[in-house]
């Protein structure tokens, strides 16, 4: 079965970094665009970065821009999520996401599958 597991998650403080990584398995990797979303307590899951199959094209959401990078190593079934300079309000639970026929990738209902999510703390 497909499984999606982020690891990389921690407490950090104010201007810190930390980067994510999602292992895919039990898919093509190769043929999913992939997201990351983050989901604060109270709040809906929020969009923060899509990058396509081919790693070429990739879409940050405004809050995030400058700060986050969002990559991919298809020989490794990998993606990660590079974040700089981070803040307090970045934190949540971080969840990757696959999707292969993606309509609006910056919405949940457009991906097919998840991960179980990985805690990002940032202290200020």
């Known amino acids: 079965q497909v499984q999606l597991v982020e690891s990389g998650g921690g407490l950090v403080q104010a201007g810190g970094s930390l980067r994510l990584s999602c292992a895919a398995s039990?898919?093509?990797?190769?043929?999913?665009?992939m997201g990351w979303f983050r989901q604060a307590p109270g709040k809906e899951r929020e969009f923060v970065a899509y990058?396509?199959?081919?790693?070429?094209?990739?879409t940050n959401a405004d809050s995030v821009k400058g700060r986050f990078s969002i990559s991919r190593d298809n020989a490794k079934n990998t993606l990660h999520l590079q974040m700089n300079s981070l803040k307090p309000e970045d934190t949540a639970v971080y969840y990757c996401?696959?999707?292969?026929?993606?309509?609006?990738?910056?919405?949940?209902?457009?991906?097919?599958?998840w991960g179980q999510g990985t805690q990002v703390t940032v202290s200020s």
């Open positions: 990058i396509h199959w081919s790693g070429v094209i990739t």
């Open positions: 039990g898919l093509t990797f190769s043929d999913y665009g």
């Open positions: 996401a696959a999707g292969r026929s993606i309509r609006d990738r910056t919405r949940p209902t457009g991906y097919d599958y």
